[in-house]
């Protein structure tokens, strides 16, 4: 006996949105409204010059998305996703797309140079690139053994 069927192509119809009619008084965060907060995956890498965090952010332009640093060094990465607009025409067979506000952020450490941080954004992926302060190589004098 196989499942495949039942799930692909069967009779059965797939359930888009299993949370669509749950309540929701406990868990705000995880409501219809946030989704696209609750889907924004970053990426968060150290090279040994820098800290990299990758975002993707498909369909969203730049002027979409805000790059911020806290005086506290704390990196913020915040956007908005437009609900598309619907006409009265139209008939929708799916919405799986997340759409609203998101936001995240990332505490850095202290061996960042909060000033020289860069940020682009090229097909849907915005790169955000944090220098590090280089490490000073403490000055090792050889000391001559006697005896």
Same mark, same amino acid.
């Given at each position: 006996?196989?499942?495949?069927?039942?799930?692909?192509?069967?009779?059965?119809?797939?359930?888009?949105?299993?949370?669509?009619?749950?309540?929701?008084?406990?868990?705000?965060?995880?409501?219809?409204?946030?989704?696209?907060?609750?889907?924004?995956?970053?990426?968060?890498?150290?090279?040994?010059?820098?800290?990299?965090?990758?975002?993707?952010?498909?369909?969203? #332009?730049? !002027? /979409? +998305? %805000?790059?911020?640093? =806290?005086?506290?060094?704390?990196?913020?990465?915040?956007?908005?996703?437009? *609900?598309?607009?619907?006409?009265?025409?139209?008939?929708?067979?799916?919405?799986?797309?997340?759409?609203?506000?998101?936001?995240?952020?990332?505490?850095?450490?202290?061996?960042? #140079?909060? !000033? /020289? +941080? %860069?940020?682009?954004? =090229?097909?849907?992926?915005?790169?955000?690139?944090?220098?590090?302060?280089? *490490?000073?190589?403490?000055?090792?004098?050889?000391?001559?053994?006697?005896?």
């Amino acid at each position: 006996m196989s499942i495949i069927p039942r799930f692909f192509g069967g009779r059965q119809s797939s359930v888009l949105d299993p949370f669509k009619d749950f309540p929701f008084p406990y868990f705000p965060e995880f409501s219809r409204e946030n989704s696209a907060f609750v889907n924004t995956r970053i990426d968060w890498k150290e090279t040994p010059e820098a800290h990299v965090f990758k975002a993707d952010l498909p369909g969203l #332009k730049k !002027e /979409e +998305v %805000k790059v911020e640093i =806290e005086d506290d060094r704390v990196l913020q990465i915040s956007g908005e996703r437009n *609900v598309e607009k619907e006409d009265k025409n139209d008939t929708w067979h799916s919405v799986e797309r997340s759409s609203g506000k998101f936001m995240r952020r990332f505490r850095l450490p202290e061996n960042v #140079k909060m !000033e /020289e +941080v %860069k940020a682009s954004m =090229e097909n849907g992926v915005l790169t955000v690139t944090v220098p590090k302060e280089e *490490v000073k190589k403490p000055d090792v004098k050889a000391i001559e053994i006697s005896g």
